[in-house]
Protein backbone atom coordinates (compact mmCIF):
# COMPACT_ATOMS: atom_id res chain seq x y z
CA UNK A 1 0.00 0.00 0.00
CA UNK A 2 2.52 2.13 1.23
CA UNK A 3 4.79 1.57 -1.96
CA UNK A 4 1.99 2.34 -4.39
CA UNK A 5 1.61 5.56 -2.96
CA UNK A 6 4.91 6.21 -3.02
CA UNK A 7 5.01 4.70 -6.87
CA UNK A 8 1.86 7.31 -7.54
CA UNK A 9 3.82 10.26 -5.84
CA UNK A 10 6.75 9.46 -8.24
CA UNK A 11 4.49 9.38 -10.78
CA UNK A 12 2.77 12.80 -10.37
CA UNK A 13 6.20 14.27 -9.78
CA UNK A 14 7.72 12.84 -12.98
CA UNK A 15 4.73 14.37 -14.78
CA UNK A 16 5.20 17.43 -13.76
CA UNK A 17 8.64 17.68 -14.72
CA UNK A 18 8.53 16.13 -18.42
CA UNK A 19 7.26 18.57 -21.24
CA UNK A 20 10.06 20.42 -22.42
CA UNK A 21 12.14 17.19 -23.46
CA UNK A 22 8.86 15.94 -25.11
CA UNK A 23 8.08 19.08 -26.53
CA UNK A 24 11.09 19.82 -28.31
CA UNK A 25 11.16 16.13 -29.59
CA UNK A 26 7.86 16.21 -30.87
CA UNK A 27 8.50 19.55 -32.74
CA UNK A 28 11.37 17.71 -34.14
CA UNK A 29 9.78 15.83 -36.63
CA UNK A 30 8.11 18.91 -38.46
CA UNK A 31 6.43 18.76 -41.70
CA UNK A 32 10.27 19.35 -43.22
CA UNK A 33 11.49 16.20 -41.38
CA UNK A 34 8.37 14.38 -42.47
CA UNK A 35 8.72 14.94 -46.16
CA UNK A 36 12.73 14.11 -46.01
CA UNK A 37 11.64 10.66 -44.25
CA UNK A 38 9.08 9.75 -47.27
CA UNK A 39 11.74 10.51 -49.42
CA UNK A 40 14.27 8.08 -47.47
CA UNK A 41 11.77 5.26 -47.61
CA UNK A 42 10.46 5.72 -50.98
CA UNK A 43 14.00 5.84 -52.73
CA UNK A 44 16.19 3.73 -50.45
CA UNK A 45 13.73 1.26 -48.85
CA UNK A 46 14.63 0.43 -45.04
CA UNK A 47 18.19 1.27 -46.05
CA UNK A 48 18.08 4.51 -44.23
CA UNK A 49 16.32 3.31 -40.87
CA UNK A 50 19.39 2.09 -39.00
CA UNK A 51 20.48 5.76 -38.91
CA UNK A 52 16.91 6.72 -37.64
CA UNK A 53 17.64 4.35 -34.83
CA UNK A 54 21.59 5.68 -34.54
CA UNK A 55 20.23 9.34 -34.19
CA UNK A 56 18.46 8.26 -30.87
CA UNK A 57 21.43 8.30 -28.57
CA UNK A 58 23.26 11.80 -30.69
CA UNK A 59 19.71 13.23 -29.87
CA UNK A 60 19.92 12.45 -26.39
CA UNK A 61 23.38 13.48 -25.76
CA UNK A 62 22.82 17.04 -27.45
CA UNK A 63 19.66 17.70 -26.28
CA UNK A 64 21.01 16.69 -22.61
CA UNK A 65 23.36 19.58 -22.68
CA UNK A 66 20.48 21.76 -22.88
CA UNK A 67 19.32 20.37 -19.88
CA UNK A 68 21.95 20.42 -17.58
CA UNK A 69 22.60 23.96 -18.66
CA UNK A 70 19.30 24.94 -18.27
CA UNK A 71 18.51 23.43 -15.09
CA UNK A 72 22.13 24.65 -13.26
CA UNK A 73 22.30 27.88 -14.42
CA UNK A 74 18.49 28.74 -14.90
CA UNK A 75 19.30 30.67 -17.89
CA UNK A 76 18.57 30.03 -21.39
CA UNK A 77 20.93 29.65 -24.09
CA UNK A 78 21.10 33.29 -25.91
CA UNK A 79 21.47 34.71 -21.95
CA UNK A 80 25.08 31.85 -21.56
CA UNK A 81 26.39 33.02 -24.53
CA UNK A 82 26.25 36.78 -23.72
CA UNK A 83 27.51 36.05 -20.29
CA UNK A 84 30.81 33.74 -21.20
CA UNK A 85 31.19 34.74 -25.34
CA UNK A 86 29.91 38.82 -25.34
CA UNK A 87 27.41 40.29 -27.00
CA UNK A 88 28.67 39.81 -30.54
CA UNK A 89 28.60 36.30 -30.51
CA UNK A 90 25.78 35.97 -28.98
CA UNK A 91 23.45 38.02 -31.69
CA UNK A 92 25.00 35.91 -34.17
CA UNK A 93 24.09 32.92 -32.77
CA UNK A 94 20.86 34.57 -32.21
CA UNK A 95 20.34 35.60 -35.52
CA UNK A 96 21.36 32.17 -36.88
CA UNK A 97 18.07 31.07 -34.87
CA UNK A 98 16.11 34.14 -36.28
CA UNK A 99 16.97 32.87 -39.82
CA UNK A 100 16.17 29.00 -38.82
CA UNK A 101 12.91 29.92 -37.62
CA UNK A 102 11.77 31.90 -40.71
CA UNK A 103 12.17 29.18 -42.49
CA UNK A 104 10.80 26.13 -40.36
CA UNK A 105 7.49 28.39 -39.85
CA UNK A 106 7.32 28.53 -43.74
CA UNK A 107 7.37 24.36 -43.94
CA UNK A 108 5.53 23.88 -41.40
CA UNK A 109 2.51 26.02 -43.01
CA UNK A 110 3.07 24.77 -46.12
CA UNK A 111 2.59 21.13 -44.81
CA UNK A 112 -0.53 22.59 -43.32
CA UNK A 113 -1.82 24.34 -46.09
CA UNK A 114 -1.18 20.97 -48.39
CA UNK A 115 -2.86 19.17 -45.99
CA UNK A 116 -6.06 21.93 -45.99
CA UNK A 117 -6.10 21.51 -50.05
CA UNK A 118 -6.29 17.49 -50.13
CA UNK A 119 -9.52 18.24 -48.46
CA UNK A 120 -10.79 21.43 -50.59
CA UNK A 121 -9.95 23.63 -47.90
CA UNK A 122 -8.16 26.92 -49.34
CA UNK A 123 -4.62 27.95 -48.65
CA UNK A 124 -6.08 31.38 -47.28
CA UNK A 125 -8.64 29.65 -44.79
CA UNK A 126 -6.21 26.41 -43.16
CA UNK A 127 -3.47 28.67 -42.71
CA UNK A 128 -4.94 31.51 -41.46
CA UNK A 129 -7.07 29.38 -39.27
CA UNK A 130 -3.46 27.74 -37.50
CA UNK A 131 -2.08 31.57 -37.64
CA UNK A 132 -4.96 32.61 -35.38
CA UNK A 133 -4.75 29.38 -33.26
CA UNK A 134 -1.37 29.55 -32.63
CA UNK A 135 -1.35 33.46 -31.92
CA UNK A 136 -4.36 32.33 -29.19
CA UNK A 137 -2.62 29.90 -27.44
CA UNK A 138 0.55 31.69 -26.52
CA UNK A 139 -1.54 35.25 -25.86
CA UNK A 140 -4.27 33.78 -23.39
CA UNK A 141 -2.10 30.53 -21.40
CA UNK A 142 0.63 30.34 -19.30
CA UNK A 143 3.97 27.91 -19.57
CA UNK A 144 2.03 24.94 -18.37
CA UNK A 145 -1.27 25.12 -20.73
CA UNK A 146 0.75 26.04 -23.73
CA UNK A 147 2.66 23.16 -22.99
CA UNK A 148 0.09 20.98 -22.78
CA UNK A 149 -1.52 22.25 -25.66
CA UNK A 150 1.63 21.66 -27.68
CA UNK A 151 1.83 17.83 -26.67
CA UNK A 152 -1.55 16.99 -27.07
CA UNK A 153 -1.21 18.65 -31.45
CA UNK A 154 2.20 16.88 -31.48
CA UNK A 155 0.39 13.63 -30.12
CA UNK A 156 -1.31 13.38 -33.45
CA UNK A 157 1.62 12.62 -35.27
CA UNK A 158 1.10 9.10 -33.76
CA UNK A 159 -1.42 8.56 -36.79
CA UNK A 160 1.95 7.96 -38.21
CA UNK A 161 2.36 4.56 -36.46
CA UNK A 162 -0.84 3.66 -37.89
CA UNK A 163 0.00 4.51 -41.66
CA UNK A 164 3.00 2.54 -40.77
CA UNK A 165 1.10 -0.76 -39.63
CA UNK A 166 -1.24 -0.32 -42.58
CA UNK A 167 1.85 -0.35 -44.99
CA UNK A 168 2.04 -3.97 -43.69
CA UNK A 169 6.01 -4.05 -44.08
CA UNK A 170 7.18 -7.24 -43.99
CA UNK A 171 10.11 -8.03 -41.19
CA UNK A 172 12.68 -9.99 -43.34
CA UNK A 173 12.91 -6.87 -45.42
CA UNK A 174 13.29 -4.75 -43.09
CA UNK A 175 15.77 -6.52 -41.33
CA UNK A 176 17.38 -6.94 -44.59
CA UNK A 177 17.24 -3.58 -45.35
CA UNK A 178 18.88 -1.92 -41.79
CA UNK A 179 21.75 -3.77 -42.65
CA UNK A 180 22.21 -2.50 -45.96
CA UNK A 181 24.52 0.75 -46.02
CA UNK A 182 25.48 1.47 -49.67
CA UNK A 183 27.69 4.12 -48.12
CA UNK A 184 29.75 4.97 -50.90
CA UNK A 185 26.96 6.25 -52.95
CA UNK A 186 26.75 9.54 -53.20
CA UNK A 187 22.86 10.01 -53.14
CA UNK A 188 22.62 7.54 -50.00
CA UNK A 189 25.02 9.72 -48.34
CA UNK A 190 23.30 12.84 -49.55
CA UNK A 191 19.84 11.68 -48.05
CA UNK A 192 21.72 10.53 -45.10
CA UNK A 193 22.80 13.80 -44.31
CA UNK A 194 19.75 15.95 -45.10
CA UNK A 195 18.34 12.83 -42.61
CA UNK A 196 20.85 14.04 -39.80
CA UNK A 197 19.91 17.96 -40.79
CA UNK A 198 16.06 17.06 -40.41
CA UNK A 199 16.70 15.13 -36.52
CA UNK A 200 19.23 17.72 -34.84
CA UNK A 201 17.89 21.09 -35.30
CA UNK A 202 19.34 24.51 -33.60
CA UNK A 203 15.93 25.94 -32.86
CA UNK A 204 15.76 22.83 -30.42
CA UNK A 205 18.71 23.36 -28.39
CA UNK A 206 17.40 27.30 -27.68
CA UNK A 207 13.91 25.62 -27.27
CA UNK A 208 14.34 23.28 -24.70
CA UNK A 209 17.19 25.26 -22.22
CA UNK A 210 14.45 28.13 -22.73
CA UNK A 211 11.60 25.95 -22.00
CA UNK A 212 13.35 24.37 -19.15
CA UNK A 213 13.90 27.96 -17.32
CA UNK A 214 10.36 29.30 -17.90
CA UNK A 215 9.00 25.99 -15.97
CA UNK A 216 11.22 26.77 -13.29
CA UNK A 217 12.75 23.65 -12.97
CA UNK A 218 15.65 23.16 -10.66
CA UNK A 219 18.64 20.86 -10.57
CA UNK A 220 16.71 18.48 -8.19
CA UNK A 221 15.10 17.80 -11.26
CA UNK A 222 17.62 16.48 -13.51
CA UNK A 223 16.58 13.10 -12.93
CA UNK A 224 13.32 13.48 -14.63
CA UNK A 225 14.00 15.81 -16.95
CA UNK A 226 16.75 13.13 -18.43
CA UNK A 227 14.48 10.73 -18.75
CA UNK A 228 11.80 13.68 -20.44
CA UNK A 229 14.50 13.94 -23.25
CA UNK A 230 15.22 10.20 -23.65
CA UNK A 231 11.76 9.82 -23.95
CA UNK A 232 11.42 12.60 -26.49
CA UNK A 233 14.15 11.27 -28.27
CA UNK A 234 12.69 7.71 -28.21
CA UNK A 235 9.35 8.48 -29.73
CA UNK A 236 10.01 11.27 -32.18
CA UNK A 237 12.80 8.48 -34.32
CA UNK A 238 10.03 6.28 -34.01
CA UNK A 239 7.59 8.46 -35.84
CA UNK A 240 10.57 9.52 -38.18
CA UNK A 241 10.77 5.79 -38.79
CA UNK A 242 7.41 5.24 -39.42
CA UNK A 243 7.15 7.38 -41.80
CA UNK A 244 10.26 5.94 -43.47
CA UNK A 245 8.69 2.26 -43.26
CA UNK A 246 4.96 3.76 -44.52
CA UNK A 247 6.69 5.03 -47.81
CA UNK A 248 9.72 2.01 -47.72
CA UNK A 249 6.48 -0.96 -47.56
CA UNK A 250 4.53 0.71 -50.59
CA UNK A 251 6.29 3.07 -52.88
CA UNK A 252 9.70 1.44 -51.75
CA UNK A 253 8.61 -1.28 -53.60
CA UNK A 254 7.11 -0.24 -56.93
CA UNK A 255 7.38 3.84 -57.93
CA UNK A 256 11.24 4.41 -55.80
CA UNK A 257 11.42 7.44 -58.40
CA UNK A 258 8.31 9.12 -57.40
CA UNK A 259 8.26 12.71 -56.81
CA UNK A 260 7.61 13.38 -52.78
CA UNK A 261 8.53 16.94 -52.44
CA UNK A 262 4.85 17.99 -50.50
CA UNK A 263 2.64 16.66 -48.91
CA UNK A 264 0.16 16.63 -52.13
CA UNK A 265 2.41 14.26 -53.76
CA UNK A 266 3.41 12.30 -50.86
CA UNK A 267 -0.94 11.29 -50.04
CA UNK A 268 -1.08 11.31 -53.62
CA UNK A 269 1.17 8.42 -53.65
CA UNK A 270 -0.12 6.61 -50.87
CA UNK A 271 -3.71 6.77 -51.46
CA UNK A 272 -3.51 3.90 -54.14
CA UNK A 273 -1.95 1.70 -51.72
CA UNK A 274 -3.21 2.28 -48.03
CA UNK A 275 -6.74 3.84 -49.13
CA UNK A 276 -8.49 7.23 -48.70
CA UNK A 277 -8.82 6.96 -44.75
CA UNK A 278 -5.38 6.11 -43.83
CA UNK A 279 -3.31 7.31 -46.96
CA UNK A 280 -5.04 10.85 -47.02
CA UNK A 281 -6.83 11.28 -43.74
CA UNK A 282 -4.39 9.88 -41.07
CA UNK A 283 -1.25 11.01 -42.80
CA UNK A 284 -2.71 14.67 -43.03
CA UNK A 285 -3.69 13.98 -39.28
CA UNK A 286 0.01 13.55 -38.44
CA UNK A 287 1.40 16.03 -40.76
CA UNK A 288 -0.62 18.92 -39.48
CA UNK A 289 -0.20 17.33 -35.52
CA UNK A 290 3.86 17.90 -37.04
CA UNK A 291 3.66 21.70 -38.03
CA UNK A 292 1.52 23.05 -35.56
CA UNK A 293 3.71 21.67 -32.46
CA UNK A 294 6.91 22.67 -34.41
CA UNK A 295 5.51 26.21 -35.08
CA UNK A 296 4.93 26.59 -31.49
CA UNK A 297 8.38 25.37 -30.51
CA UNK A 298 10.26 27.24 -33.55
CA UNK A 299 8.32 30.48 -32.70
CA UNK A 300 8.68 30.38 -28.16
CA UNK A 301 12.28 29.30 -29.28
CA UNK A 302 12.87 33.10 -31.03
CA UNK A 303 10.72 34.83 -29.21
CA UNK A 304 12.76 33.62 -25.98
CA UNK A 305 16.52 33.83 -27.40
CA UNK A 306 16.05 37.28 -28.60
CA UNK A 307 14.68 38.46 -25.37
CA UNK A 308 17.84 36.98 -23.52
CA UNK A 309 20.11 38.62 -25.75
CA UNK A 310 18.30 41.66 -25.83
CA UNK A 311 17.27 41.84 -22.24
CA UNK A 312 13.56 42.10 -22.97
CA UNK A 313 10.97 40.36 -20.97
CA UNK A 314 10.26 37.15 -22.23
CA UNK A 315 8.13 34.38 -20.23
CA UNK A 316 4.54 32.86 -21.36
CA UNK A 317 4.27 33.60 -17.08
CA UNK A 318 4.00 37.25 -18.37
CA UNK A 319 0.40 38.94 -19.87
CA UNK A 320 1.22 40.24 -23.01
CA UNK A 321 1.02 44.02 -21.88
CA UNK A 322 4.10 42.99 -19.39
CA UNK A 323 6.21 41.36 -22.07
CA UNK A 324 4.97 42.95 -25.13
CA UNK A 325 7.98 42.42 -27.11
CA UNK A 326 7.62 38.68 -26.05
CA UNK A 327 4.52 38.34 -27.44
CA UNK A 328 4.68 41.04 -30.36
CA UNK A 329 8.18 38.54 -32.13
CA UNK A 330 6.11 35.39 -31.55
CA UNK A 331 3.40 36.93 -33.19
CA UNK A 332 4.97 38.57 -36.24
CA UNK A 333 7.31 35.36 -37.04
CA UNK A 334 3.35 32.87 -37.36
CA UNK A 335 1.88 36.12 -39.23
CA UNK A 336 4.75 36.64 -41.83
CA UNK A 337 5.52 32.68 -42.03
CA UNK A 338 1.30 31.93 -42.98
CA UNK A 339 1.67 35.31 -45.16
CA UNK A 340 4.52 34.09 -47.36
CA UNK A 341 2.52 30.86 -47.47
CA UNK A 342 -0.83 31.92 -48.15
CA UNK A 343 1.26 34.38 -51.01
CA UNK A 344 2.16 31.32 -53.12
CA UNK A 345 6.21 31.73 -53.06
CA UNK A 346 7.55 28.39 -54.37
CA UNK A 347 7.36 26.27 -51.59
CA UNK A 348 9.27 23.03 -52.57
CA UNK A 349 12.46 25.40 -53.59
CA UNK A 350 12.56 27.01 -50.17
CA UNK A 351 11.76 23.99 -48.01
CA UNK A 352 14.34 22.43 -49.65
CA UNK A 353 16.98 25.73 -48.61
CA UNK A 354 15.85 25.30 -45.71
CA UNK A 355 16.32 21.93 -44.46
CA UNK A 356 19.58 22.23 -45.83
CA UNK B 1 20.31 26.63 -43.95
CA UNK B 2 19.76 24.16 -41.00
CA UNK B 3 22.67 21.75 -41.62
CA UNK B 4 24.86 25.34 -42.23
CA UNK B 5 23.99 26.61 -39.09
CA UNK B 6 24.16 23.47 -36.96
CA UNK B 7 28.42 24.50 -36.38
CA UNK B 8 27.51 27.62 -35.14
CA UNK B 9 24.81 26.36 -32.79
CA UNK B 10 26.35 22.95 -31.66
CA UNK B 11 29.73 24.71 -31.28
CA UNK B 12 28.26 27.24 -29.39
CA UNK B 13 26.21 24.67 -26.63
CA UNK B 14 29.67 22.03 -26.10
CA UNK B 15 31.90 25.24 -25.44
CA UNK B 16 29.36 26.36 -22.87
CA UNK B 17 28.83 22.64 -21.32
CA UNK B 18 32.61 22.43 -20.72
CA UNK B 19 33.04 26.59 -19.24
CA UNK B 20 29.85 27.28 -18.08
CA UNK B 21 28.90 24.39 -15.73
CA UNK B 22 30.63 24.19 -12.00
CA UNK B 23 31.41 20.21 -11.46
CA UNK B 24 29.82 18.10 -11.00
CA UNK B 25 27.72 19.10 -14.05
CA UNK B 26 30.86 20.48 -16.36
CA UNK B 27 31.69 18.19 -19.46
CA UNK B 28 34.77 16.36 -18.52
CA UNK B 29 36.96 12.79 -19.03
CA UNK B 30 36.00 10.57 -21.88
CA UNK B 31 31.99 11.87 -22.15
CA UNK B 32 33.45 15.34 -22.91
CA UNK B 33 35.72 13.47 -25.72
CA UNK B 34 32.78 11.52 -27.01
CA UNK B 35 30.37 14.40 -27.04
CA UNK B 36 32.42 16.40 -28.62
CA UNK B 37 33.10 13.98 -31.34
CA UNK B 38 29.80 13.35 -31.68
CA UNK B 39 29.07 17.39 -32.65
CA UNK B 40 32.33 17.28 -35.12
CA UNK B 41 30.39 14.24 -37.03
CA UNK B 42 27.21 15.99 -37.30
CA UNK B 43 27.79 19.51 -38.07
CA UNK B 44 30.75 17.97 -40.31
CA UNK B 45 27.94 15.85 -42.46
CA UNK B 46 24.99 18.89 -42.92
CA UNK B 47 28.53 20.51 -43.96
CA UNK B 48 29.58 17.83 -46.37
CA UNK B 49 25.58 17.80 -47.96
CA UNK B 50 25.34 21.48 -48.52
CA UNK B 51 28.43 21.34 -50.25
CA UNK B 52 27.47 18.13 -52.22
CA UNK B 53 24.80 20.37 -53.74
CA UNK B 54 26.87 23.15 -54.02
CA UNK B 55 29.30 22.40 -55.99
Given at each position: MRQSLLQRRGLVYFLGVIGPGLVVMLADTDAGSVITAAQ??????YKL???????????????????????????????????????????LSVTTLVVASMGALITEFAGIGGVGLLFGVPLWLSVGMAVIFLSIVAWTGSYRSVERVAILVGGFELAFVVVAIWARPQPSEILAGLVQIPWKN?????????NVGAVIMPWMI?????????????IHNLHAARWDTAWGALITQVIMGAVLIATAATL??????????????????LTPFLGKTV????FGLGMVGAGMVAAIVVSLATAWGLGEVSGYRHSLEHHPLEAPWFYAIYTIGIVLGGLLVISGVNLVALSIAVQL | ????????VLGFLYLLALKALPNPYRLHGVYAVVVGAIVLITSGFGVFAVLNVLL
Open positions: SGAIWGLLLQIILIPILYVIQELTVRLGLVTGKGHGELIREHFGRGWAWPDYLYLAAAFYQQSAIVDKRLTGQTHPGLPLDTVQQITHAGAVF | MNALLLPI
